[in-house]
Each structure stands twice: as structure tokens, then as C-alpha cells.
């Protein structure tokens, strides 16, 4: 599992000797090590939760960029637009784990799926087209988020 989410993050956030723990969540898997809620597992693909993102240092890699605009409505759970994003690691693919931040802090706001490919996703920018670029699996404030 470390290797998996150094893949998709960069990030060494664990090691193959630290004590994991996994539980069971409605809709994906948490990964906790140390007594810290760290990760996540959705189709048992890993990434970071939000507050492990905060805590490891989010960089650049899987992140969405935001206007402010979409703040309110990304912490709050709501699926991302593409009118939002300004901009996205073009890297992601559809169905890829990403984080999403906003444009002035750039801090991890929420962590979801990719709908569609990043390149597919700012050629629909360039052309005006609306639709839903991101599943928001998890988000500041949220059940996970409140649970330590």
C-alpha cells in the first residue's frame, strides 16, 4: 500500500513496517496509522486524506487548482465543475484519486475522483462547457474530517 500511494502522491507517508490499520467507512476504506486517519481506500486504490495531505505536504502532483468562487461550494461536498478549476495537474487521468485546493492559500480543500481526463477537462474549460470534472469523496468538515 505504501508503494501505491508514493505512486499516486509522492509522498511517503508510511512504510511497510508501521502499524496500519483499516477501516471500514460507507463508501471507501480509512487508513490509519498511528492513530492518525491519514488515508483512504476507494476500489483499493490509496490516497491521502485531507488532513494527511495537510500533514505530508500536498505538492503538486493530482492537484486541482480552484477559483475562490468554488470554495463554498467544494467544502460543503459538492461534486467540482469544470467552470471552477483553474487549473489541474495534467497528468490525471479519469477515475484518478486528486486533491482539490484553492487558488489564493492553496491548501487541500477536498479529495475525489477524476470524471474525465485533465486534458479533456481544460480543452471543455477553453470552450466554455460546464459539467462535473470531479467526484468529492471527502472534504473539510466532513464525518471523516471531524473524526480526529
Request: hydrophobic content about 45%.
Amino acid at each position: 500500500m505504501s508503494d501505491a500511494l508514493f505512486a499516486a502522491t509522492g509522498i511517503r507517508a508510511f512504510g511497510e513496517t508501521d502499524n496500519i490499520d483499516v477501516l471500514e467507512a460507507p463508501d471507501f476504506k480509512v487508513v490509519e496509522v498511528g492513530g492518525e486517519r491519514i488515508g483512504i481506500l476507494l476500489s483499493e486504490k490509496p490516497f491521502l486524506t485531507v488532513k494527511g495531505l495537510m500533514k505530508f505536504g500536498a505538492g503538486e502532483r493530482r492537484a486541482v487548482t480552484v477559483d475562490m468562487g468554488a470554495v463554498p461550494f467544494v467544502t460543503k461536498g459538492a461534486d467540482l465543475m469544470v467552470p471552477g478549476i483553474l487549473d489541474i495537474d495534467p497528468t490525471i487521468k479519469a477515475s484518478d484519486w486528486c486533491y482539490i485546493r484553492d487558488e489564493k492559500n492553496r491548501r487541500p480543500l477536498a479529495v475525489g475522483t477524476a470524471l474525465l481526463d485533465a486534458q479533456k477537462i481544460m480543452e471543455m474549460k477553453g470552450a466554455g462547457q460546464k459539467g462535473k470534472a470531479v467526484k468529492v469523496v471527502h472534504y473539510v468538515g466532513d464525518e471523516l474530517w471531524n473524526l480526529g
